[in-house]
């Protein structure tokens, strides 16, 4: 029990505190396609030149210090939950993610935080 417990904690230490969330958005129009197996979803950095249809986006929010493998592992996730063959990265940038206020009521400052976003388009090819 306390090899496991040692185990956990040393697991913690090296992944730190390193999150990615992920939020996907189906296209209304697009047809359903059942479960893919996440290993086989590829990550692109440039559409295929092969004929595919847009399934949706899926955007992820690195907290932390996550590795690529890690951020790379949610996209596949969740490409393989739209029935997508592959995501195509289409941004990565920082974004002004929220604001806080500072100082008394009459000499208030607004401070913003942001965030990395990573955005993808989950795409399936067609036969």
Not at 50 to 78: D, S, Y
Not at 110 to 127: C, D, E, K, N, S
């Amino acid at each position: 029990m306390k090899h496991i417990l040692q185990s956990c904690v040393l697991v913690a230490l090296i992944t730190g505190c390193s999150t990615v969330s992920v939020s996907t958005r189906q296209d209304i129009a697009s047809a359903s396609y059942p479960a893919t197996v996440a290993s086989t979803v590829q990550i692109l950095q440039t559409p295929p030149n092969v004929a595919h249809v847009r399934l949706g986006e899926i955007t992820a929010e690195p907290a932390g210090n996550p590795t690529k493998e890690m951020i790379q592992a949610k996209f596949q996730q969740a490409a393989a939950a739209m029935g997508a063959n592959a995501v195509v990265i289409v941004a990565d940038q920082t974004r002004v993610m929220g604001a806080y206020v500072t100082g008394p009521w009459w000499g208030r400052q607004v401070q913003t935080t942001t965030g990395r976003v990573i955005i993808g388009v989950a795409i399936r090819y067609l036969p």
